[in-house]
Each structure stands twice: as C-alpha cells, then as structure tokens.
C-alpha cells in the first residue's frame, strides 16, 4: 500500500551541494606510533605507519557542503559543522589493513573566522570497519578536489544501453566521441568527451542497480550513487508542484528492486554533451554529466579550456531535483513508476 506523500521538498541548483558520510575526526584514533592517542588530523600532523582504529558504534553523520568557484563552506542542513564556515579539503590519506586491502580516506578541515581550525572530518571514500587496524601508509595533498568530484560524478557502467540518433541502442563501451545520441530536449547531439576509470566499488563508490521492470525498464540499469534520473508526471503523483523532477538513484534504495551493489570493481562511464542533456539509458531517462564546480577539476585540461570557452556548457540548471530524506524509497520507486502513465 503506497500512501501518497507530503509535499516533496526540491532543490532549486543556485549552488551545487553534496551531502557526504563522514566521521568527526576524534572517533579515528592512533593506537600504536608517534601519535599514540590522537584523533586524525591534518596534512602536517599525519606519521605515516602509525596505526588507527575507528571507535565502536562511532556516528558517521551527514555533512552537506556547499561548492563555489574558489571555495567550499558548510551548507544549511548539515548535521555537522557551522553553516557558512569554510571548509579546507586537506590531503587524500591511503590506509593499510592488515589483510593488505587499502581504503583511503579525505581529511577535511572546518576553519573558524580567523581561518584557524574549528573541527576536523574523516571521509571515507571506501568502507571503513570496528575493531579492525588500519596503517597510514600514503598521503596525498594534490587529488582531494579531484576525489571529491569523483564522488559527485554521474556516471553510467560497462554494458549499458545507450540509445542513439538512429533509435539503435549501443553499449556505452562502445561508443565514440562524435556519436550522435538522442536527447529529450534537443534530438540528436554529439558526444564531446568520454570519460572512464575502474575503481573499488566500495562506500561512496558503490554503484545503484535499479532491476529489470522497476522503472518500466527491460534491463538492469547500474549507476552511481548520484546519478539523476528524469521523471515526467503527467499527473504530479509526487506532490512536487511541477511535472519535470530528477531524482538521484541513491534514494530508490529499497532492498528489493532497487538496491547498491557493494564489493569489487566497477568501470565507471561518464558522456559530456555542450549541454547538460537528459538521454536514455536501458530506455530510462537519466542525466548526461553536469559541469560545475565540483566536477571541473575531474576533467582533461584541455576539456576545462573549452568549457573556459563555451557558454553554453550548463544551459540546463540543477534544479527540480528531490532533496535526500524527502520521500521514503519505498514510495519512490513506486511512484516514479507509474507517473508516465498516469
């Protein structure tokens, strides 16, 4: 029984947010090295091969954050942190379990008015276990912008169905720079730029499989965490007060039809268009990659210098996109379901 829900809280996009899973830096402490009790700390602090331990029951809490061109603040509705204050992406830091496997984790810093530090942040950008000791074996002050647009990333998987100009369907894979796909808003379009990694499909990495049929779709459709989908209602099931919503893929997550597959690798795929285009994957209309200032910094420098050049980049605004927490899953995924044919 799928109840109808409040009225859905939107994000109108005037600033790109993202609400990150992290740790306050005092539950991740040294146990054994030259900072024997310490919490996690900055760059300048850090001694490689000294051993950390997360606490028991440790709260990892949303802390939303705000991208602007030159900076990053705290953003209204984070669980951590003073809103408006700046935040300081501090170095990239590679732990070592001691089975081998490796997890890194983002140091991000809270700075007061005077720039000094008011609190510190542990982002994991993979699992991170109790009772389980971790070595800081790297660290890396060059990538944490970088990681962070990683993270932010709308991203298709290998073997997806993407349809063409022509109405065939090519596996994403297999498609060239150049190729002709058809958009809802603007018919054919060009591919500009395709980007591709392999990457642990872990934590924030961990890809969103929506399930044959859930979406009125014939294939599994697998994406990452924070890819949009687009929704058309002819009648506004969702009380959103418009007819035309994204919604991230994260928040169907109902443990049934809709659920993150978390463990191994993933072949991440992003396509650029000069516009932000909703095309069709699987026969599901989802979002082509967003340029703004959280994924800049992911491109080639010489894709950076076209944008630098061309206007017309980000014509389609963020915006009528459902705010995390608005609607349960459940209810979602239903209701998505059945808004194109009611």
């Not at 109808?4 to 402490?29: C, D, H, K, M, W």
């Not at 070595?135 to 932010?152: H, K, M, N, Q």
């Amino acid at each position: 029984m799928h109840n109808s829900p409040s009225q859905i809280s939107l994000n109108t996009g005037a600033v790109p947010t993202q609400v990150l899973p992290a740790y306050r830096a005092e539950s991740f402490r040294v146990i054994n090295g030259a900072n024997f009790g310490d919490a996690m700390s900055h760059a300048d602090e850090i001694e490689l091969a000294d051993i950390y331990r997360l606490e028991n029951d440790a709260p990892r809490v949303h802390l939303s954050v705000a991208v602007h061109d030159n900076a990053i603040t705290i953003a209204e509705g984070s669980e951590m942190g003073t809103v408006g204050a700046n935040v300081h992406l501090d170095c990239v830091v590679t732990l070592m379990a001691p089975d081998g496997s490796t997890v890194e984790v983002m140091i991000l810093i809270e700075l007061d008015d005077t720039g000094m530090v008011e609190d510190t942040y542990l982002l994991p950008l993979a699992a991170l276990y109790e009772k389980q000791d971790y070595a800081a074996i790297t660290l890396d002050r060059e990538s944490p912008r970088t990681r962070l647009a990683e993270v932010a990333c709308v991203s298709f998987t290998r073997g997806t169905l993407i349809t063409l100009a022509n109405g065939m369907q090519k596996p994403i894979e297999q498609l060239n720079i150049g190729d002709r796909v058809l958009t809802r808003d603007h018919g054919p379009r060009e591919i500009r730029w395709i980007g591709h990694q392999t990457m642990r499909a872990t934590g924030s990495f961990a890809p969103i499989i929506i399930k044959k049929g859930t979406l009125n779709n014939e294939n599994d459709l697998t994406v990452s965490p924070n890819h949009r989908l687009f929704i058309y209602q002819r009648k506004d099931r969702l009380r959103a007060g418009r007819a035309e919503i994204l919604v991230k893929a994260k928040l169907l997550v109902n443990g049934i039809n809709v659920v993150q597959s978390d463990g191994g690798f993933v072949e991440y795929y992003q396509l650029l268009f000069d516009n932000h285009e909703i095309i069709y994957a699987e026969g599901i209309a989802a979002e082509s990659m967003f340029v703004d200032t959280q994924v800049k910094p992911y491109l080639p420098a010489d894709i950076q210098a076209r944008l630098s050049n061309v206007t017309d980049f980000q014509d389609v605004p963020r915006a009528y996109e459902i705010v995390d927490g608005a609607l349960a899953p459940e209810d979602a995924a239903h209701l998505l379901r059945i808004a194109p044919a009611s």
